[in-house]
């Protein structure tokens, strides 16, 4: 079981909003670790989308954001397209574990 | 651009050492964390550890008494060991780069799938 706790799936309709919750500890993201985001396209190799609770690297669109309140963290995915189809994955510094990632959040476009 | 390449045997017998290597596409190796993680099949992404310049290594707890991660510059290259492997090993392993500062994985390899059975 994750430390990192997420959501297993979310879905919506093209076009709508989506969120990804991102539950921590006061060891992460309760101590004001960054927190970083991953797309995993099927078959893929994961990608990083989020960087730092809330910027995007070169080339994602700006329909991907974060954020972070307190030991949680957030995805949000607007404008939801087919090829968001993917599993997302948090990630944050822990203090007794470097990497710690989330469980996964498959996102399913209806 | 920056390019993470694993290679190693993709099947392994029980009780016996994983070892997979690294190559990497840049310029230098100072600066970042080189770093290992794994994913079995149809699961979620589990950090092995990391290596930094100087040698030193960093490894997931659950799994340190079996691993060595080890660095060599010249050859631009960083390796995984996992001594004593069961089929709860099996997975596709990452390599990946791994920011100081704020410890994103910024570049990962394409992944290599290890299966372990007799």
């Known amino acids: 079981q994750s430390v990192l706790t997420q959501p297993p799936s979310v879905s919506g309709a093209p076009g709508q909003r989506v969120t990804i919750s991102c539950t921590g500890s006061?060891?992460?993201?309760?101590?004001?670790?960054?927190v970083h985001w991953y797309q995993q396209l099927p078959g893929a190799a994961p990608k990083l989308l989020i960087y730092?609770?809330?910027n995007r690297p070169s080339g994602v669109p700006d329909r991907f954001s974060g954020s972070k309140s307190g030991t949680s963290a957030s995805l949000a995915i607007t404008g939801l397209q087919a090829d968001d189809e993917a599993d997302y994955y948090c990630q944050c510094y822990d203090s007794t574990l470097s990497g710690l990632f989330g469980g996964g959040t498959k996102v399913t476009v209806l | 651009q920056v390019q993470l390449q694993e290679s190693g045997p993709g099947l392994v017998k029980p009780s016996e050492t994983l070892s997979l290597t690294c190559t990497v596409s840049?310029?230098?190796?100072?600066?970042?964390?080189w770093s290992w993680i794994r994913q079995p099949p149809g699961k979620g992404l589990e950090w092995i550890g990391y290596?930094?310049?100087?040698?030193?290594?960093r490894t997931n707890p659950s799994l340190k008494s079996r691993v060595t991660i080890s660095l060599d510059t010249s050859k631009k290259q960083f390796s995984l060991k996992l001594s004593s492997v069961s089929a709860a090993d099996t997975a596709v392993y990452y390599c990946a780069r791994l920011r100081r500062g704020d410890y994103a994985f910024d570049y990962w390899g394409q992944g290599v799938l290890v299966t372990v059975s007799a």
């Open positions: 006061s060891s992460n993201i309760g101590a004001g670790y960054d």
């Open positions: 840049v310029d230098s190796m100072r600066s970042y964390y």
């Open positions: 290596v930094y310049n100087s040698g030193g290594t």
């Open positions: 730092g609770d809330n």
